[in-house]
């Protein structure tokens, strides 16, 4: 135990030694900054969220959504519907997402029902129900999301609600199309107030250069190891502890 100790001890010594404390610490530094950046990347947070505004339904079968823009490139981790009363859903309501600028390609879909995952609202009238997907990086540009909605559908949405969006996300206008299943909805500006029943999870997409600062560091780190394990001292040492 103190030949451990005592090893311990002169490892600790040559790792303050002046001759390469400054290479540790910018690895570390470089290498915490990194794990940082992405841990805050890889937070999901709501496309959009709301406070206010009325319950409603359809009278017929209806797939139901908004259009929005993305400034920046974003990652989607999730699809989600809006459990008003958060006291579950009576129906399975289908999600899905497409590009505006190919309506015949769906990119994303799920089935949200009460085994869903339920993510809290700005909302004093319910929650959000969620089901995590496949990670999908959508480029800046316009989106369509839209979930199906039974003929007067109990499972009931909001309307005329104050929104906000996530940074660097813009809500364009309502879209509705009669279905009795999921369908590319067209515009609906008499909804354009708001009329939110699915929803998004989203994150941002890592930075080339956040990847190189993590990998840098590491690099870094490992040289500054292999310096101090190349010194005669601490092979003399390891063999003594032998």
Not at 69 to 74: F, I, K, S
Not at 202 to 212: N, Q, R
Request: no cysteine; charged share 10%; glycine share 8%.
């Amino acid at each position: 135990m103190n030949l451990i100790r005592n090893q311990f001890s002169k490892d600790t010594i040559r790792m303050i030694n002046p001759r390469y404390p400054l290479l540790v610490v910018v690895g570390a530094v470089a290498l915490l900054t990194a794990s940082f950046q992405l841990g805050a990347l890889a937070a999901s947070s709501l496309l959009l969220d709301f406070t206010g505004g009325s319950a409603n339904t359809f009278g017929g079968s209806t797939t139901a959504g908004f259009q929005f823009t993305l400034a920046t490139p974003m990652q989607v981790t999730g699809l989600g519907f809006w459990d008003e009363g958060a006291n579950g859903l009576i129906n399975n309501h289908t999600v899905g997402l497409w590009n505006s600028s190919s309506p015949s390609v769906l990119l994303a879909s799920t089935v949200l029902n009460n085994s869903s995952t339920v993510v809290s609202s700005t909302s004093a009238a319910g929650d959000w129900l969620f089901n995590s997907i496949a990670p999908l990086t959508l480029p800046a540009g316009t989106y369509v999301v839209g979930a199906t909605i039974a003929a007067t559908d109990p499972d009931l949405l909001r309307q005329q609600t104050l929104a906000a969006t996530a940074p660097g996300v813009t809500f364009v206008q309502a879209m509705d199309v009669g279905s009795p299943t999921l369908l590319y909805p067209s515009p609906a500006p008499v909804f354009n107030d708001g009329l939110f029943g699915p929803n998004i999870e989203i994150s941002a997409v890592p930075e080339p250069a956040t990847f190189a600062l993590f990998g840098l560091s590491a690099m870094v780190l490992l040289m500054a190891r292999s310096s101090n394990l190349r010194r005669p001292g601490i092979r003399e040492n390891k063999a003594a502890a032998r």
